[in-house]
C-alpha cells in the first residue's frame, strides 16, 4: 500500500498570511497517462470533505485561486497564498493511483 | 441542483448487517466512478470502497473486503454499500463521493452529507 506523509499536523496561521503543506507518498504517484494521481481535500468542521485540488495541480471548480497544488513523483504541496478565517479545517491529501486509495493523516490549519 | 443523499446509517449490533443507500441528482451518474469513504469518531478519512462507472469493476480495502459490497443502479441514479459481519472499528461516518477527474464541464467532484453508523451491543 503507498503510504501518504503530510507535514505539519497542525498550522496555526494569521489571516493574510501564506501557508504550505507538504504531502509525501512512498512511491511515485506518477500514472503511465502521464497524470499526477494526488488530490487535496479540506473538511471544514462539521461538513463533509470538499476537493480542492485534483491531478496534483488542478483547481475544482469553485475553489478560490489563492489555492494552488504542486509537486511530482512523491512530493507534493498545497499552498494558500493568503489564508482567510473561512480556510480553517483539517487538510488531507489523497492518491488515486490504485487501489487501495490512502489519505494523509491530515493537517488542521487554525488562525492565529 | 447537484446532490447526493446517503441514507441508512444506524445503530447496529456486531456482527449485523445494514445498507446503506446514497441517492444521485443533478448530474450524469453513468460518469462518474463512486466512492465511500469513511471516518471514525475523532479519526481522519478512510477510503472504504471504489466502482467504476458502469459498474464492471469494483475495489475494496483491505478492511472491508470480504464484507462489504458495492454496487450502483445507473438506471436510478443510485449507489449502495452492503455491509455484513460488522464490527465495532466499522463505526463512522460514511461519505458517497462522486469523481470524473475528466468531465469537461469542470463538474469533477461531488459528495454527500454522510450518514452514521455505530456498530456497538
Known amino acids: 500500500d503507498i503510504v501518504m506523509t503530510q507535514s505539519p499536523l497542525s498550522l496555526p496561521v494569521t489571516p493574510g498570511e501564506p501557508a504550505s503543506i507538504s504531502c509525501t507518498s512512498s512511491?511515485?504517484?506518477?500514472?503511465?497517462?502521464?497524470?499526477?494521481?494526488l488530490d487535496w481535500y479540506l473538511q471544514k468542521p462539521g461538513q463533509s470533505p470538499q476537493l480542492l485540488i485534483y491531478?496534483?495541480?488542478k483547481r475544482a471548480s469553485g475553489v478560490p485561486d489563492r489555492f494552488s497544488g504542486s509537486g511530482s513523483g512523491t512530493d507534493f504541496t498545497l499552498k494558500i497564498s493568503r489564508v482567510e478565517a473561512e480556510d480553517v479545517g483539517v487538510y488531507y491529501c489523497?492518491?488515486?493511483?490504485?487501489?487501495?486509495?490512502?489519505f494523509g493523516q491530515g493537517t488542521r490549519l487554525e488562525i492565529k | 441542483e447537484v446532490q447526493l443523499v446517503e441514507s441508512g446509517g444506524r445503530l447496529v449490533q456486531p456482527g449485523g448487517s445494514l445498507r446503506l443507500s446514497c441517492e444521485a441528482s443533478?448530474?450524469?451518474?453513468?460518469?462518474?466512478?463512486m466512492r465511500w469513504v469513511r471516518q471514525a469518531p475523532g479519526g481522519g478519512l478512510e477510503w472504504v470502497a471504489s466502482?467504476?462507472?458502469?459498474?464492471?469493476?469494483?475495489y475494496y480495502a483491505d478492511s472491508v473486503r470480504g464484507r462489504f459490497t458495492i454496487s450502483r443502479d445507473n438506471a436510478k441514479s443510485s449507489l449502495s454499500l452492503q455491509m455484513n459481519s460488522l464490527r465495532g472499528d466499522d463505526t463512522a461516518v460514511y461519505y458517497c463521493?462522486?469523481?470524473?477527474?475528466?468531465?469537461?464541464?469542470?463538474?469533477?467532484?461531488?459528495r454527500g452529507q454522510g450518514t452514521l453508523v455505530t456498530v456497538s451491543s
Open positions: 489523497m492518491h488515486s493511483l490504485q487501489a487501495p486509495l490512502t
Open positions: 512511491q511515485s504517484l506518477l500514472h503511465r497517462n502521464g497524470n499526477k494521481c
Open positions: 491531478l496534483g495541480s
Open positions: 443533478g448530474f450524469t451518474f453513468s460518469n462518474y466512478w
Open positions: 466502482i467504476e462507472p458502469d459498474g464492471s469493476v469494483e
Open positions: 463521493t462522486g469523481h470524473n477527474y475528466y468531465d469537461t464541464s469542470g463538474q469533477v467532484y461531488f
